[in-house]
């Protein structure tokens, strides 16, 4: 796929999305979700590539919401359909994506933009970053999985709180909220970033993917993340990556995984 709205670059086992709608300050119309979903997929399958880090292009925004003049005008039917088919395709595709995901937050990640930030596995942001959910000054609330992944992020109070004032907060809340990992100067967030990529890059991808896949299955309504955890575990038994690094050990020298 030629990618309009975004781009990739990709250097040490780690690929950058940038999403590069600068002048809409990189707000999520159809065609930039769709690229992304076709990016988030081609890297996932990728072996070469161990992390996946995504920010928006400029200094000003990371996500400043999806593209309101696309759904202006909809019928209650197409809102939902947008909802649906926004998280099946991107927001709920990246929260259970196998390659780890982590949001650089650039500046501003306001409605779909701070959804996209909360569906990667963490993230960090610039001082200059501004977070927060406006959809209820437009009339309408969070669709992109808004307003489950805040709660479970920073408590149920905190995130009603932001909710309903439509208000933004500041790098520093967000930190002091737990809703970003660490804060950095702008011209850091990303050689920042990928200082922990190249870290998560060190240990086995197998079972990064098993552990995804059990943190997640705690906050599904519909699984037990005990028992997921159970089964991932005994199946990085069967794997080549628990030999490697269970000899590595062993034998006091530095793991090569084979991602398998
Ligand atoms: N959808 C569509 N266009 C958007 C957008 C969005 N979510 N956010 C920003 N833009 C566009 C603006 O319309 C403007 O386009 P124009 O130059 O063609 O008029 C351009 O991006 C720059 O935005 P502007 O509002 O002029 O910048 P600002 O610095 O004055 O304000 C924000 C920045 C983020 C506070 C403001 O753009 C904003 O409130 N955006 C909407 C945020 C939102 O409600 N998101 C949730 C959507 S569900």
Known sequence: MDYKNIYIEEENEIAVVTINRPKKLNALNKQTILE?????????????????????????AFVAGADISEFAHFSEEQGGELAAKGQE?????????????????NGFALGGGLELAMSCHFRIASENAK????????GVIPGYGGTQRLPQLI????????????????????????????????????????????????NSAVAI????????????????????EIG????????N???EGTSAFLEKRKADFPGS
């Open 36 to 60: 992304l979903h076709e990016a988030f997929k081609e890297l996932d399958e990728d072996n070469g590539i161990k992390v996946i880090l995504v920010t928006g292009s400029g200094e000003k």
């Open 89 to 105: 395709i991107l927001f709920s595709f990246v929260a259970n994506l196998s390659t780890p995901v982590i949001g650089a937050i």
């Open 131 to 138: 977070m927060g959910l406006p959809e209820v000054s437009l």
């Open 155 to 202: 408590g149920k109070g905190r995130a009603m709180e932001m909710i309903m004032t439509a208000g933004m907060i500041d790098a520093n809340k967000a930190l002091d909220y737990g809703l970003v990992n660490h804060v950095v100067p702008l011209g850091e967030l990303l050689p920042f970033c990928k200082k922990i990529a190249s870290r998560i890059s060190n």
């Open 209 to 228: 993917k098993h552990a995804i896949k059990a943190v997640n299955a705690g906050y599904s309504y519909d699984m037990d993340g005990y028992a997921v």
């Open 232 to 239: 991932a575990f005994g199946q990085c038994f069967g794997t």
């Open 241 to 243: 990556d628990f030999k």
